[in-house]
């Protein structure tokens, strides 16, 4: 319970002071005033290297957001968290993601039982499965080894994995093709079929529940495919395996408990990719290569765990989001890789971020009067230069925005990797400094012309600059953003691991799902709209 409203917080007033008071403060200003602004702005952690020099901040809002952060609790929070007390409340779980990478010989306990053993046991079991389906141990039903791994799973159960799939791929089993199939439109699944042999074909099933509509349908539908083809029941033992909570309904499905990898309800699904849930990972890129991705994120969680608050990466990157999110009037956060292999990477931190922090409630159960999660969105550098760009230099909407490089090139050919980096790094000069009226004139530019030609500069960026794209650094990476929205959450005083935001929509298609069908004309009940909408749909589907 918190004794004050967050807004009307000392650490709160304090900062909507500073944003008026830095209102006609410029990134050049703030350059030109700091000789030692770049030097002092930047942390290197994990592997990782953070400037976040190119921000509308002087020291004293950095010291003035670190005071909201203290003051809201955060350490304690994140203590809260790595101990393994129930802090997702309205679930009344624990929150222990932390736990799927810990490297150390520590005991983590929930309710007094220590959760290390069956983590453990579990990376284990998952180490022995997919080394015998990589290197041909693991037969199918009719004797041939596995060349194709569709993962069947949707939103925390397909994101991360599919996610650090394509992030990994270099050191990916090439001769193993892996799909990761999640929506319940049926051409997902069928496209992602054509061609592959069923008797080569092995699916990993992966829900919490067991019960999300996508996932199951698109089992069942696989399952007919391989039937239809194999003839023989049997053969789901040799092609399904599943990852779930939920013993019982795997079990129902036909598939062998033997075949079944658990994680626990203490791990939320936008959170899993450590757990079982990276299976189809795994099967990709190995044991050892799944284990350097842990170590990634461990490091990262022993950093923010250790870490003072300002030299705190996921902290910065938190408190600096706030800043324009509560003080400065952001409404969106681009994350922007320059790096083809996370192509899949906003996508991930869309789920793990929106569904975390997209809460207008507060943990009193007071609706708040502050703005809470962003909208984060993001494609890679440099295609979204010649795509979106051009709002975030010239448009009307503050948008924030993360830069995320790497020195080496997974493939350097030519000068494409050097051509790549000069655009990383020419895309947040133009947006912090951008080009004033007489620089555009001086250029020769006359007359009508010159305001169009004109950046008025000042766009904030961070700049995260990694050697390699390496398991490591795909960890630490992945656990900053984890660790970033965490410590949103705990400022804004939302419930960060909850979800109910999605359950309306599902028992709404449950009602309408047999409205759809049904033969006679149903009695709807719905709104005007969306009654017509059906009955359009019913006509055009000749029912
Ligand atoms: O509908 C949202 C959600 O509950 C996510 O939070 C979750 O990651 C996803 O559905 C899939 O759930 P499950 O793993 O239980 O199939």
Redesign the pocket.
Known sequence: MHTKPLIDTVAWRNLVRQAANLKNVTLRDLFADDPARANDMCLEACGLFLDYSKNLIDRQTLMQLLALAESQGVCGAAERMFRGDRINETENRAVLHTALRERRDVAICVDGEDVMPAVRAVLDQMGVFSDAVRSGAWLGHTGKRVRNVINI?????DLGPAMAYEALKPYSQRDLQVKFVSNVDGTHLVEALVGLDPAETLFVV????FT?QE?MTNAQSARAWLLDALGDEAAVARHFVAVSTNTEAVAAFGIDPANMFVFWDWVG??YSMCSAVGLTLMLAIGNENFSRMLDGFHAMDRHFIEAPLEENMPVLLAVLGVWYNNFLGAQTHAVLPYDQYLARFAAHLQQMDM?SNGKYVDQDGHCVNWQTGPVIWGEPGTNGQHAFYQLIHQGTKLISADFIGFCQSQHPIGDHHDKLLANFLAQTEALAFGKTRDEVEREGVKGTLVPHKVFTGNRPTNTILADKLTPEVLGALTALYEHKVFVQGVIWHVFSFD?WG?ELGKALAGKILPELLTVDEPALEHDGSTNALIRRIRAARGR
Do not use: A, D
């Not at 799973?153 to 159960?157: A, E, P």
């Not at 992966?206 to 529940?209: G, R």
């Open positions: 799973g949707i939103g925390g159960s992966v829900s919490k529940t999300t996932t699904g936008r569904e979800q999605v």
